[in-house]
């Protein structure tokens, strides 16, 4: 096999790489394919000629590093260690959120304590705060009727949603421990951020899924 052989076999390895690499739904491995292939490639461009082919070469190398940060990006997303140490104890709440969403949703809320008796939402009234319930409830006051929400919940999220004002008054039935959202922080986050809508979207249709199942639960009864 002589060098010309060589380096041909380099460059068709190189291409299939990239080429099954294509293939990959999974974003790890596409990206590990696709550094594999460029390590071909240098090398090609490093015998290829008597001298090495240095600006191919530097522009692998960059293309390479820029790679290296993306997958750094994907592990740093899927890792636990990306989640702030003030709220690891309410990762539980959001688990379905790969870490790295998580982290973008606390971000942008406020973590605080509110007293019994606190109104979270006023019938009629605009809703400027999304609401997350870590820890006590909340009564619902809507048409002369009451009924209590638990813990582990939204407030203002159909407000966040439609835009309009809250049809019910919600009061906290005890000292509680909240995050909140200014609501038209969120939709402007939302609107730059594609990745941290999905996030969000994501809580709010299983918070609205768990409701509506614990409103149909006693006619089903």
Not at 82 to 87: A, D, F, K, N, V
């Amino acid at each position: 096999m002589n060098a010309f052989e060589y380096q041909d076999y380099l460059v068709f390895l190189a291409g299939g790489i990239f080429c099954l690499g294509y293939l990959i739904i999974n974003q790890v491995f596409l990206r590990i394919m696709g550094l594999i292939g460029m390590g071909l490639y240098i090398l090609y461009y490093a015998i290829a000629a008597e001298t090495p082919l240095w600006s191919a070469i530097w522009v692998s190398v960059a293309m390479v590093i820029t790679n290296l940060i993306g997958l750094f990006s994907l592990w740093l997303r899927s890792s636990p260690l990306s989640i702030p140490r003030r709220y690891r104890d309410i990762y539980a709440h959001f688990d379905i959120l790969p870490p790295g969403d998580f982290r973008k949703l606390m971000r942008a809320a406020r973590r605080g304590e509110r007293p019994m008796g606190y109104e979270l939402t006023q019938v009629g009234n605009p809703v400027d705060t999304l609401t997350f319930i870590i820890n006590g409830g909340a009564d619902v006051l809507k048409s002369g009727q009451t009924f209590s929400l638990p813990d582990g919940i939204f407030v203002g999220e159909i407000a966040y949603l439609t835009g309009h004002a809250a049809s019910a008054t919600v009061v906290l039935t005890g000292k509680s421990d909240v995050l909140e959202w200014n609501i038209p922080a969120l939709r402007r986050q939302a609107a730059r951020d594609v990745q941290f809508r999905l996030a969000l979207d994501a809580m709010i249709s299983l918070d609205l899924a768990g409701k509506v199942a614990r409103g149909g639960s006693p006619a089903q009864v």
